[in-house]
Structures are given as structure tokens and as C-alpha cells.
């Protein structure tokens, strides 16, 4: 890989992203509408496009080709659909970032649990479905309907610094201002991944030659009891957990949520253990 496109490099792990390609030497486009600035200066070309309009993409990328495009931005068939037809003979590998969410829940899930190849494949726009259904959509499209060799990296939820959800700041600050948190089942666990982490896998991942759907998640699991006695112990402050109150709650789940890595463990990538890194970032968060 020496050139890539990359739509969504200009915030949170996307940002991840784009550096990790640059220290591999590779030759990176971003597509914005820039309307945000980035930080990468003149290590990076920068394409004014908006992702969700073919024809703007087609205009964008006249004359233009890369090795691999990065698609941040994908949330539907019809997402799908415009960027194919705008990029096929352009690029040589689309890698789409997917999410844990095509998944019904479910604990260490592998790839197989949900099938883009065989699942009905249905044109739609983001605004017509849920997110999980523009997802799965999105993958049907991928592996459905175009010629390009493609990889759908599905993920847990991101964590980091620079998280704009500010999901797990959620819990840090609730508990550092005394307030209870609710869970419906705090012994329910989940996977995450880090915002480098991510960043560097779907890099790693457009190196290889591997195609079709692949989860990527930091080793081990957590409990929401578990995730909020770290808190306690970074922040100092006693927790209280309610199962009773319905309070806004980001990992509210019900049933444990969670991915296998199993599959990108054995093709060579070697992920993080959770357990190693999530404490620091509960401290920076507080």
C-alpha cells in the first residue's frame, strides 16, 4: 500500500488512522467537506467532498487513484452504493469500518454469527432504518454488489481521549459528582477497543490480503460492576449502582455484548489487553 483515500480522518480514531498510514509511509488523501480543521499540515492531500453526495465524489476523484480507501463514513446501502460506483477503478481495496452492532447480543461472537453475503440486501438510506440495520445493510452491499476486494472491520465501541460521545466520561463524571448510575444488570460484560488501536488495525488489516468481515477488539472483557469499580478506585469516590431508576446510561445493556478477535488473533495482529490500558484512561478522564 503507498497511496490512500481515507473519508473520516479528521476526528477521533480516524485521526488514529491517518497517522498510523503516515508512519508507514503511505501517501494519505483526506476527504472532507472541510468544514473542520485536521492537524497533519502538509504530511497529508485533502480532497473538499462530501461523502454523501456521488456526485461530488465523482467530481473529486476524477483523474485520481490510491491503493486503499478508508470509509469512516458508511452507514447504508445506499452509502455503499455511491462510493462504489464513484471509486470502482480507482482504488484497489475498500476496508469499511463496520461495528459490533450487526451483531444481536451475544457473548465472544464470531464473524459467523451474521452473514453480509446472504443477508437480504435492501437499498436504503440511513435516516430509513436503525443504525444496526444501515450497518448490516452496508456490509450486504459491500459483499453483495461490488467487484472490490473488501473488508468490513466491525468494532465495539471506541474509547480514548478524544472520544466526542464522552460514553465513558459519562459514568467518570456521574460518580465523581455523587450521583448514582444505572445499569439494568451490572454483571452483564462488554469488549471495547482503544481509538489507537483501531486506528492502527485497519491499517495493519489493508496490508493484508484477508477480505470479507473481521472483528477487531482489545483482549478480555469487563462488567459494568467491574468498569465501575475502577472508576471508584481512579477517581476516589464511592459508586452507586441503581437497577431500579432508569437513568441515562450508555452501557445500559441487558445481556452481555461481545466479540471474538479469534480470527484477526490467528492472521497476526497482536491486540492490547483491556484491562492493561482502561485504568489510565478512567484517570485521564477524570
Known amino acids: 500500500m503507498k497511496s490512500a483515500l481515507v473519508f473520516g480522518g479528521t476526528r477521533f480514531f480516524g485521526k488514529d488512522l491517518v497517522r498510523s498510514l503516515l508512519d508507514r509511509g503511505v501517501q494519505v488523501t483526506i476527504a472532507t467537506r472541510q468544514s473542520s480543521e485536521d492537524s497533519f499540515g502538509e ?5 473538499k467532498v462530501d461523502r454523501f453526495d456521488e456526485g461530488s465524489i465523482h467530481s473529486a476523484v476524477e483523474g485520481r487513484e490510491w491503493d486503499v480507501v478508508f470509509d469512516q463514513l458508511c452507514f447504508s446501502s445506499k452509502d455503499a452504493q455511491i462510493a462504489v460506483e464513484a471509486l470502482e477503478g480507482k482504488v484497489q481495496r475498500y476496508v469499511f469500518t463496520s461495528t459490533l452492532s450487526v451483531y444481536d447480543n451475544g457473548e465472544a ?15 436504503v438510506s440511513k435516516d430509513e432504518v436503525s443504525y444496526q440495520e444501515g450497518k448490516r445493510q452496508a456490509e450486504a452491499y459491500f459483499f453483495q454488489q461490488s467487484n472490490l476486494p473488501v473488508v468490513a472491520m466491525r468494532i465495539p465501541i471506541v474509547l480514548g481521549e478524544e472520544d466526542y460521545t464522552e460514553r465513558l466520561w459519562h459514568y467518570v463524571n456521574q460518580i465523581k ?15 471495547f477497543i482503544h481509538q489507537r488501536e483501531a486506528g492502527d488495525f485497519l491499517s495493519w488489516i489493508a496490508e493484508s490480503d484477508y477480505t470479507g468481515p473481521i472483528n477487531a477488539c482489545a483482549n478480555g472483557q469487563i462488567s459494568m460492576e467491574d468498569l465501575v469499580s475502577n472508576i ?5 469516590r464511592e459508586a452507586t449502582i441503581t437497577t431500579e431508576e432508569k437513568l441515562t446510561s450508555p452501557y445500559g445493556i441487558e445481556q452481555t455484548w461481545s466479540l471474538s478477535n479469534e480470527k484477526a488473533t490467528n492472521l497476526g495482529y497482536a491486540f492490547t489487553e483491556l484491562r492493561a490500558w482502561l485504568p489510565e484512561l478512567i484517570r485521564r478522564l477524570g
Not at 43 to 47: H, P, S, Y
Request: proline share 10%; glycine share 4%.
Open 43 to 47: 504530511e497529508v492531500d485533502r480532497l
Open 109 to 123: 461472537m464470531p464473524e459467523e454469527y451474521f452473514n453480509p453475503y446472504t443477508y437480504e440486501l435492501k437499498m
Open 177 to 191: 459528582e455523587g450521583n448514582a448510575v444505572y445499569f439494568p444488570n451490572p454483571k452483564v460484560e462488554m469488549c
Open 232 to 236: 471508584e478506585e481512579q477517581t476516589g
